[in-house]
Structure formats: C-alpha cells, structure tokens
C-alpha cells in the first residue's frame, strides 16, 4: 500500500465514520511519520479500503485505545495515593 492510496483509504474511513475533519491527516502521520503535502493529496479521492488497510487501523486503534488507557490508570493511582497521603482535599 503506498502513501496515496493510504491516504485515499483514511478519507473513506473518516467520510464513513463521521471522524474530524483532520483526522485524515493525523492517521497518515501516524503511519509515516511525517504530513502529507498539500501537492501530494490534490485530487486524491475517497476509496474503500483494502483488508490490510483495515487490518492496520484496527491495530493501531486497539493499540491506542490501551494506552489511553493505561495512561487513565495511572493517572487515577497517583491522584488516589496523593488524597490517601493527604496532599488533596
């Protein structure tokens, strides 16, 4: 899968899924690191996106997902810890 047709994927995705309107461009640079370029993305249009495509999305939003959560986590143990060692009211 090459960057255009990636990016022709994730305009589909978030077309269908009612996502922000950058998100598109956040999940490109997710994939590869970098912005797509106003020249790069002229024209390209939406296409339904291939299994491995899919495959990817749904790895990269689990992943996500779990970190986010983890993050929650530890940020709900120290704020926990710190009302037990009374340093909140």
């Known amino acids: 899968m090459n960057e255009i047709d990636f990016y022709s994927y994730s305009l589909f995705v978030q077309d269908e899924r009612g996502y922000h309107n950058n998100w598109k461009y956040s999940i490109f640079k997710a994939k590869y690191g970098r912005w ?3 020249k790069e993305r002229e ?4 296409k339904e996106p291939t299994q491995e495509y899919l495959d990817w999305l749904d790895n990269f939003l689990s992943t996500w997902s779990k970190l986010a959560a ?5 940020q709900f143990d120290v704020a926990e810890q710190d009302y037990l060692n009374g340093e909140l009211d």
Not at 43 to 46: L, W
Not at 70 to 74: E, F, G
């Open 70 to 74: 983890s993050i929650q986590d530890i």
């Open 36 to 38: 797509i370029k106003t």
């Open 43 to 46: 024209g390209v249009t939406p």
